[in-house]
Nanobody
Framework: QVQLVESGGGLVQPGGSLRLSCVASGFTFSTYAMKWYRQAPGKEREFVAVILSTASITNYADSVKGRFTISRDNAKNTMYLQMNSLKPEDTAVYYC???????WGQGTQVTVSS
């Protein structure tokens, strides 16, 4: 069955960096666009970034553009989110998802605080 396992979250000070990973299994990873979402306490889940199957095209929410970089390694069935210049408003649980598949991982908590 489809499995998505996010990792790499943690507590970081404002201005710091984190790299999230999403390991996928149970489907042909290399043929799917992949997305990152996040959900802050008391808020709805929101789109963060997307990367097409060949990694040729990426897109970002305006709130993270220029600070976050999405990438993937199809040989490892893994997607990444490099997060730099983190802000307190980036605090959320981060989830990965395959576009068109109704599966979510358990998420990884990112907390940006001094």
């Amino acid at each position: 069955q489809v499995q998505l396992v996010e990792s790499g979250g943690g507590l970081v000070q404002p201005g710091g960096s984190l790299r999230l990973s999403c390991v996928a299994s149970g489907f042909t990873f290399s043929t799917y666009a992949m997305k990152w979402y996040r959900q802050a306490p008391g808020k709805e889940r929101e789109f963060v970034a997307v990367i097409l199957s060949t990694a040729s095209i990426t897109n970002y929410a305006d709130s993270v553009k220029g600070r976050f970089t999405i990438s993937r390694d199809n040989a490892k069935n893994t997607m990444y989110l490099q997060m730099n210049s983190l802000k307190p408003e980036d605090t959320a649980v981060y989830y990965c998802k395959a576009s068109g598949l109704a599966y979510w991982g358990q998420g990884t908590q990112v907390t940006v605080s001094s």
